[in-house]
Antibody, heavy 120, light 113 residues
Framework: EVQLVESGGGLVQPGGSLRLSCAASGFTFSSYEMNWVRQAPGKGLEWVSYISSSGSTIYYADSVKGRFTISRDNAKNSLYLQMNSLRAEDTAVYYC?????????????WGQGTLVTVSS | QSALTQPASVSGSPGQSITISCTGTSSDVGSYNLVSWYQQHPGKAPKLMIYEVSKRPSGVSNRFSGSKSGNTASLTISGLQAEDEADYYCCSYAGSSTFEGWVFGGGTKLTVL
């Protein structure tokens, strides 16, 4: 069974940093592209970042470019999101999501999410 | 990159069919057959319902179907059931000279009357 478990969320002051982790199990992590998607309280979904299976290709949403860094450790079956210069508008539940096998460009499996709150 | 446009809400009675539209541009929906749809119940993670415009993942009811024409994609739910009441989001891959990634719609709240 595919499992994705996010951690690392919490309360941080504006301008601060936080590192999110996503522990993957139940599949060969190194074979799959991964993404981070977020959802502000009461709002819709927003794609944040993508990383290819090898880590060689990375994309970011304009709203986080230059502040967030996605990475992965295939030996540890883990995905990360380093978030710097955090703003109030970054407050959201952050989900890691895996592509569906045999498909392109969709989010077939999701974690339960971790809440990041940016506030003084 | 702008969000895709969805109606804020739709409603239907049990047994009826409803369609949710998702309008993008020639840089996303219009150029790629990489439109997907997600169902989200309150407090839960989203669930993939349709991918690559019209394909259903294993385990998703065949009451859910997807299509696309030009820059607009659609999700149709037939034989509405109470458990279909949820928020629905469309998503498309988007690529241009200045952007590569995914864009979501603003979401549509489905109410089963």
């Amino acid at each position: 069974e595919v499992q994705l478990v996010e951690s690392g969320g919490g309360l941080v002051q504006p301008g601060g940093s936080l590192r999110l982790s996503c522990a993957a199990s139940g599949f060969t992590f190194s074979s799959y592209e991964m993404n981070w998607v977020r959802q502000a309280p009461g709002k819709g979904l927003e794609w944040v970042s993508y990383i290819s299976s090898s880590g060689s290709t990375i994309y970011y949403a304009d709203s986080v470019k230059g502040r967030f860094t996605i990475s992965r450790d295939n030996a540890k079956n883990s995905l990360y999101l380093q978030m710097n210069s955090l703003r109030a508008e970054d407050t959201a539940v952050y989900y890691c999501a895996r592509v569906l096998e045999g498909s392109s460009g969709c989010f077939g499996y999701w974690g339960q999410g971790t809440l990041v709150t940016v506030s003084s | 990159q702008s969000a895709l446009t969805q109606p804020a809400s739709v409603s239907g009675s049990p047994g009826q069919s409803i369609t949710i539209s998702c309008t993008g541009t020639s840089s996303d929906v219009g150029s790629y057959n990489l439109v997907s749809w997600y169902q989200q119940h309150p407090g839960k993670a989203p669930k993939l319902m349709i991918y690559e415009v019209s394909k259903r993942p294993s385990g998703v009811s065949n009451r859910f179907s997807g299509s696309k024409s030009g820059n607009t994609a659609s999700l149709t739910i037939s034989g509405l059931q109470a458990e279909d009441e949820a928020d629905y989001y469309c998503c498309s891959y988007a690529g241009s000279s200045t952007f590569e990634g995914w864009v979501f719609g603003g979401g549509t709240k489905l109410t089963v009357l």
